[in-house]
């Protein structure tokens, strides 16, 4: 059980980097709040060594996904104001 929360620790935070790096780019505060929550989560489960952060992060962030705090993913370019 002890690998499965470092696999899945890692891939929250290679997600942490990839949207960090995203945000960096794109300046959507969205895309840094959910870093902040996919990191943290991370972290907290291979210092833990628990399971919890990882569940307590999904569940924070599809919450942040309901709120509409995502980006826009649509291929159309933006509208010009």
């Not at 307590?56 to 826009?72: S, T, Y």
Request: charged share 5%; glycine share 8%; hydrophobic share 60%.
């Amino acid at each position: 059980m002890t690998l499965v929360i470092y696999i899945v620790s890692a891939l929250f935070i290679l997600l942490w980097a990839t949207m960090l790096g995203a945000y960096f780019l794109t300046r959507h505060i969205g895309l840094f709040l959910f870093a902040f929550v996919y990191g943290l989560a991370g972290l907290m489960a291979l210092m833990l060594t628990h399971w919890w952060p990882l569940l307590l992060g999904l569940v924070v962030a599809w919450v942040m996904r309901l709120a509409g705090m995502e980006p826009n993913t649509s291929k159309s370019p933006p509208e010009k104001t």
